[in-house]
């Protein structure tokens, strides 16, 4: 996925939710502080959305602009529209969000996901692909181990898990 396609799927979504902001969680969010970000965090071809302030309106985007879409099958990517109750994130992560607007999103607004709020979110689902997008962002320089290692010790989980992450984190930055 390119910056462009981050803006136009913003603008979509922000068209079909009639919302003038929306929250950007997934894997592309990356692409609001890293617009040229290395290939192996862009390979998505989904971007998560929910609308900020019409959140009841998650499943219009979804219907409109989501896999299998006409919308996926013309672009090459679709947008997922996803409750932003579903991400586990670490307590102010609203006010870190970096925003994506102009031109190319239109009149919305997408409040993409900080990188180390986005990295702590992907670890606490710990899946593989998301364990290798959070170990490119380490690797990259792209984020700071010690502010990440803070945001996941606050992260909404299982002490047990935050323990996990935090071993891993070590683990990838030594």
């Not at 894997?27 to 900020?52: F, H, N, T």
């Not at 309106?57 to 013309?74: C, K, M, N, P, Y």
């Not at 899946?127 to 290692?149: C, H, N, Q, S, Y």
Request: charged share 25%; net charge negative.
């Amino acid at each position: 996925m390119t910056r462009q396609e981050l803006e136009h799927a913003i603008r979509a979504a922000g068209e079909v939710a009639r919302d003038s902001e929306l929250w950007v969680f997934g894997s592309q969010a990356v692409l609001a502080e890293y617009p040229d970000a290395p290939m192996l965090l862009r390979q998505s071809i989904e971007v998560d959305v929910a609308p900020k302030n019409h959140p009841e309106r998650v499943d219009e985007i979804d219907g409109a602009l989501g896999e299998q879409s006409s919308f996926h099958e013309t672009f090459g990517f679709y947008v997922h529209g996803v409750p932003i109750e579903s991400a586990k994130l670490p307590p102010g992560w609203q006010e870190r969000t970096v925003p994506v607007s102009g031109r190319g999103s239109g009149t919305t607004t997408g409040l993409c996901l900080e990188s180390h709020d986005l990295a702590a979110s992907k670890l606490a689902a710990f899946r593989e692909k998301d364990l290798r997008f959070a170990r490119t962002l380490l690797i990259e320089g792209m984020i700071d181990p010690e502010v990440l290692l803070n945001r996941v010790a606050a992260l909404p989980v299982e002490e047990s898990e935050r323990d996990r992450i935090a071993l891993w984190i070590q683990a990838i930055s030594e």
